[in-house]
């Protein structure tokens, strides 16, 4: 984005051969032709996503985007178990690429992968997941969500909606981020919050764990999921219970922003997941082009950002193309 910034100012002295050159320059990079004139560098992200996660889909469209306008060759893989994730960093390091980009959601299954890389002078951003971790590993910075302000964020909006009990459904066993988003919300929410862990490789089951909670407890009235691809099951659960719980998501897509609009959804709390790959690419590039270094070495926040259903018909657009 840097590089964006410097060009467009750039352009206010340039003639109008430099703007046409410009102007050709933008037409390429569409065209998925680099923008730059650097030489083809090799940046690896190794994400802890599952198979078929919207979420990293995101984050991968954002990375590759950046990757044709600066002129690297990216290379993605991903894999949810942190040994193999660990694994696939070590690929990469074998791979002899130019900088390195990893989630650390366990973050110590990934600390000796991470500090190899490092140790083999790669340079490594770590996005998403594992801020506290980033810069003791070597990380030169960390791109995503303070999970723990996203929480807080949730709980201050569950109070100005007037909740009383909610529930933080955790999909994944020993994410530090989800711990950590549902620790964020009892800190600042004023009423009570429970977690209810289920197997998020196993829809049906959460289904019927959300829906017996809601039985269970006719006072709960907020379900937090907390990634989107769980809100239509959450509200689904709600309709089998007979529960008027309000349901909201961490994490947005296109059936979120669907769910804002028809308001079966109360909120979503976005962190820009295409932003988290685009600016990790884009910092990678900066970084070996110009030695620059987006906040200093300290975390580049991609969020929290609360969308209601003000916001659903101008997110959807976005949605639909896969960049939000």
């Not at 959601?105 to 998403?128: C, E, Q, R």
């Not at 862990?197 to 709960?220: C, F, R, Y």
């Not at 209601?308 to 949605?319: G, M, P, V």
Request: net charge negative.
């Amino acid at each position: 984005m840097a590089a964006v910034v410097l060009a467009s100012v750039g352009l206010a002295g340039c003639s109008s051969t430099g703007g046409k050159r410009a102007e050709e320059q933008r037409n390429a990079t569409v065209g998925g032709e680099a923008g730059v004139g650097t030489p083809r560098w090799k940046i690896a992200m190794v994400s802890h996503s599952g198979e078929g996660d919207t979420f990293w889909d995101i984050v991968q469209s954002g990375a590759e985007q950046a990757a044709a306008k600066d002129n690297i060759e990216f290379l993605y893989s991903h894999d949810k178990e942190a040994g193999r994730q660990a694994q696939l960093v070590q690929a990469a390091i074998d791979n002899d690429v130019d900088g390195l980009i990893v989630s650390l959601a366990k973050p110590d299954a990934m600390k000796g992968a991470v500090k190899k890389a490092v140790k083999a002078g790669i340079p490594v951003v770590t996005i998403n997941s594992g801020q506290d971790k980033s810069k003791e590993f070597g990380a030169l910075a960390h791109l995503g969500q303070d999970e723990v302000l996203a929480g807080e964020a949730v709980g201050r909006e569950l109070n100005e909606r007037g909740r009383k009990k909610a529930i933080c459904v955790l999909h994944e066993q020993g994410n530090v981020g989800h711990e950590e988003r549902c620790r964020g919300v009892e800190k600042t929410f004023d009423g009570k919050v429970r977690n209810l862990h289920v197997d998020g490789t196993n829809m049906p089951a959460v289904e019927s764990s959300i829906e017996a909670e809601l039985q269970s407890d006719s006072k709960v009235d907020s379900v937090l999921t907390l990634g989107a691809p769980f809100a239509p099951t959450a509200v689904k659960a709600a309709e089998g219970a007979g529960s008027k719980a309000e349901i909201s998501t961490f994490d947005l897509n296109d059936q979120a922003a669907t769910a804002l609009k028809d308001g079966s959804l109360g909120f979503a709390v976005d962190q820009q997941p295409y932003l988290q790959g685009y600016e990790a690419v884009d910092l990678l590039w900066l970084q070996r082009y110009n030695a620059n270094m987006l906040g200093g070495g300290e975390p580049v926040l991609t969020g929290p950002q609360i969308l209601t259903k003000k916001d659903a018909s101008t997110l959807q657009k976005y949605t639909k193309r896969g960049t939000r």
